[in-house]
């Protein structure tokens, strides 16, 4: 695979611009047949109303010949507030190229990883892309998925669960940079909580799913501060759910997670991350799976 070097003549990288949304939807459905067109734009759509994050771009990269896009690949770029500094993560979606120029792939991802900074994840990687994954320095930051059964859990009193709105005075509990997560997540379609114990404030980020050929509604985990807090929350936070029927969630795991009811899949939904911070297992914030949906 060509990993290095240069393009050869007529073919060339580079970012993806408002005018090319036709011929990158063009490419992605060819890449996604499963998927059609209404998916893609508004993906794109949901892209373009994300703000801007310094001068990284706003879609992604593109691979251009003789005018038509023959590879896509888009960025979802985020800032978030670490424990000691401002961070970037970037998580690289729907990696699609024209078979005729799929030895070039490697090379338009390569084009997103030049920041040394930035920590770029994978959250859905095709089969076939796990070894040029490899290659370019992704490794793993989750193997497997934990199912468990939330309202098993015990729950310490008094323990409480409260759903986000803009007037929830217990939103004044959480630092700035986790009431903007719970509030665009609720935006964007999934359910922002807060669980009260022992008068502290744990938020928590779900995603509505469907398991079983979609016979079961289910939640996916999208935002917890640690696989420990979603445990010490998790019997609140199922006794909550109960009240909509939902009996079954699920969360990015390493391995079966003290204190939860449930089993544990490995090499199910793995996850990959290249850069200087890797996520924890149950961050899945303002990536391709919330922005563009499952």
């Known amino acids: 695979m060509a990993v290095l070097g240069a393009l050869p003549p007529g073919l060339r990288c580079r970012p993806i611009r408002e005018t090319d949304w036709e011929g990158v939807v063009d490419c992605l459905c060819r890449g996604f047949p499963a998927r059609n067109r209404s998916y893609w734009i508004r993906a794109l759509t949901r892209l373009s109303k994300r703000p801007a994050v310094a001068e990284f771009p706003q879609y992604g990269f593109a691979l251009e010949h003789a005018d038509r896009i023959v590879g896509v690949v888009l960025t979802l770029y985020a800032r978030y507030q670490g424990s000691e500094s401002e961070e970037i993560r970037c998580n690289l979606s729907s990696w699609s190229v024209d078979a005729e120029f799929r030895s070039y792939g490697a090379m338009l991802v390569a084009a997103v990883l030049k920041r040394k900074d930035v920590t770029y994840t994978n959250i859905s990687p095709a089969q076939a892309t ?165």
Request: aromatic share 10%; glycine share 8%; proline share 10%.
């Open 130 to 294: 796990l070894k040029a994954n490899r290659a370019l320095g992704f490794r793993l930051f989750s193997s497997g998925q934990f199912t468990f059964l939330p309202a098993l859990s015990s729950a310490p009193r008094p323990c409480r669960v409260v759903e986000v709105r803009p007037d929830l005075p217990e939103l004044a509990m959480l630092p700035e940079s986790e009431r903007y997560i719970l509030s665009e997540h609720a935006a964007l379609g999934c359910l922002s909580l807060i669980c009260i114990c022992d008068g502290a404030a744990f938020p928590l980020v779900l995603m509505p799913r469907r398991i079983l050929h979609g016979l079961i509604r289910c939640h996916q985990v999208i935002y917890c501060r640690s696989l420990a807090d979603l445990s010490r929350c998790a019997g609140a936070m199922g006794r909550f759910l109960l009240r909509s029927g939902i009996l079954v969630c699920f969360v990015d795991a390493k391995e079966p997670i003290p204190g939860l009811v449930g089993w544990y899949r490995p090499n199910k939904g793995l996850k990959y991350f290249k850069g200087p911070r890797p996520p924890t297992p149950g961050d899945l914030t303002f990536t391709e799976l919330v922005i563009f949906g499952p």
